[in-house]
């Protein structure tokens, strides 16, 4: 079973760096806690429908923010964020919700630069933290295959 | 006042498995409106509420909270069993569209002032506090429940508020 508790180990590993990172939050922890035999697919289910979101928020921000610079409705900017805010932080991605906090700070001054700089910011954390669970993702599907379990943290 | 509370809240947590209880579900019984318009927090809720023994329903916007809510308490009045509250509480977002979080809680408060009932409603909010966490509370919500939502935030809740 050598093979197995080195995935384990490296499983391990590497999800202590999310959250020693910031990546991830305890609320991550939380969503984990949900899953069980009535619910086996839950943390799976649940990160999908984050970056299905995610992905629809992010395209909705760059329309609004780069279609029409001279008219950019803040309002539509708010709802967005707004909204990612709540998604980022129930599934405990910690970096992605605080870069939220710093954009409603530009957005509610109508500062366009602010805003664009935000939203790159906001890609370039969502799609770390995306890349990041889609290999914790594999490393758990890797860790069954080999007959192991998947250790429980915290 | 807090010898009780604490008394209150140790009991419900002795009950769950993660603190060496035998009954899984604390809440069962329980019947909770969850009135959130995005799936994805509709899912998480709809998982703790059900790992508590929480019957759920859910609604997704204000407006279909208050016919949900309104058709219950017309169900009830027409029905011969004793009055009861067709939901023991209600979990309300902010932002939905169609009728948010304050219209909505508003209006169920206006409705259910017909019947003499009052279903605790607790507000979902991704604020803690600020202009809106003032509206809603004088809109007639008990409590705001901040995002994110987790079992132990629930648990910790609920046991200290009337069960």
């Not at chain 1, 708010?78 to 990612?84: E, G, K, Y």
């Not at chain 2, 927090?41 to 997704?60: C, D, F, H, P, Y």
């Not at chain 2, 949900?68 to 977002?93: C, G, H, N, W």
Request: with cysteine; aromatic share 8%.
């Amino acid at each position: 079973m050598d093979i197995v508790n080195q995935l384990q180990r490296q499983y391990v590993d590497f999800l202590s760096s999310l959250y020693r990172e910031g990546l991830l939050d305890d609320q991550f922890l939380q969503i984990q806690k949900l899953q069980d035999e009535s619910n086996p697919e839950f943390v799976n289910e649940v990160v999908t429908l984050f970056f299905e979101d995610s992905e629809k928020l992010l395209h909705n921000l760059a329309v609004s923010l780069y279609v029409d610079q001279q008219n950019v409705d803040y309002q539509k900017v708010d709802a967005c964020v707004h909204q990612f805010k709540g998604s980022s932080s129930s599934i405990g991605a910690q970096r992605v919700r605080n870069i939220c906090a710093s954009f409603r700070t530009c957005y509610d001054a109508k500062n366009l630069e602010g805003c664009l700089r935000c939203l790159q910011q906001l890609k370039d954390e969502y799609y770390l933290v995306k890349n990041k669970l889609q290999t914790l993702f594999r490393l758990e599907q890797q860790i069954v295959a080999a007959g192991g379990v998947i250790p429980i943290m915290g | 006042m807090l010898e009780r509370d604490c008394c209150r809240l140790y009991q419900v947590l002795k009950l769950l498995p993660e603190f060496g209880g035998e009954v899984d579900k604390p809440l069962s019984g329980k019947k909770v409106l969850v009135v959130e318009d995005e799936n994805l927090l509709q899912k998480i809720a709809t998982a703790i509420l059900s790992r508590l023994g929480v019957t759920i329903e859910i609604s997704n916007n204000g407006h279909e909270a208050l016919q949900t809510v309104s058709k219950a308490l017309e169900d009830q009045r027409t029905s011969e069993s004793p009055p009861s509250l067709p939901y023991d509480y209600i979990f309300m977002d902010f932002q939905m569209p169609v009728m948010d979080g304050i219209a909505a809680t508003r209006r169920i408060r206006e409705e259910e002032a017909k019947y003499g009932v009052h279903i605790p409603i607790f507000a979902v909010s991704a604020h803690t506090d600020g202009p809106e966490i003032q509206q809603m509370k004088q809109a007639g919500v008990a409590y705001n429940l901040s995002k994110p939502l987790n079992i132990a935030k629930i648990t910790e809740f609920l046991s200290s508020f009337e069960i």
